[in-house]
């Protein structure tokens, strides 16, 4: 018997410190990685050993070394056993949380791709592939509802692939035209997708443009043939000259 809790033992440790397939350490993070995600990685990590399985398993291997080291061989044994079972239940409490981390992770990635699309105008200039990207990602959240981890990080992860068509590069410059060919005025050319999508953010332009306008304090008089610049404001990336049809 002595022989056998020596062999279940042995097995135990290896059990314990094999299976957890978690990152790299923190000191192989180091280079890689911002002081500060290094902390909260390691801090993450830590919460998820501290589980409860984990603090039984070590509460059983105390016994089972005290009831060992004292010649009680077959308790030490039983001891031995059950802390071979609460280290894979360790372990499968740590790999689902993981699971669910990165399904959280990519959902969040997925959510902040679809609303970058949207203030670079995707519903109107991608529209088919927006809404593609908005259904495969109301998928993604039901499946996360359901606890379907895996599925739900793959559609959250293929959000991103269908995004990848919308191009960041939008018109750095406008060509006004003539209002009776485009009413064009700095309210309705703030809402054009290609600018900001939004008439209310008007003053934007305004203020880029003040200085080069036949009455500065006057933002209702621009004129045809005026080349207005569209600063960005979401950090997307503007080249070129939009001349509005």
Known sequence: MKHNFCRILTGFFVLLFVPLSLPASEADLQDDVCPLTVQFYSEYVRAFLNNEYLLENIRLIALAEERYNLGFYDDAFEYAQEAIRYARLSDEYVALHLRIRDTDNAISSARFRLDWARRVGAPTRYTATYERAQDTFADALAARE?????????????????LEDVTTVLPAQF???????????????????????DPTRWPILYQANRHRMPRPGDPDLILPGMILDIPSIAGEIRYGIMMDE
């Open 146 to 162: 359901r606890e379907e981890w895996d599925p739900a990080r793959n559609l959250a992860l293929r959000v991103i692939e269908i």
């Open 175 to 197: 060509l006004v035209r003539t209002w009776a060919a485009t009413r064009d005025c700095l309210w309705n050319i703030a809402a054009l997708p290609e600018v900001y999508g």
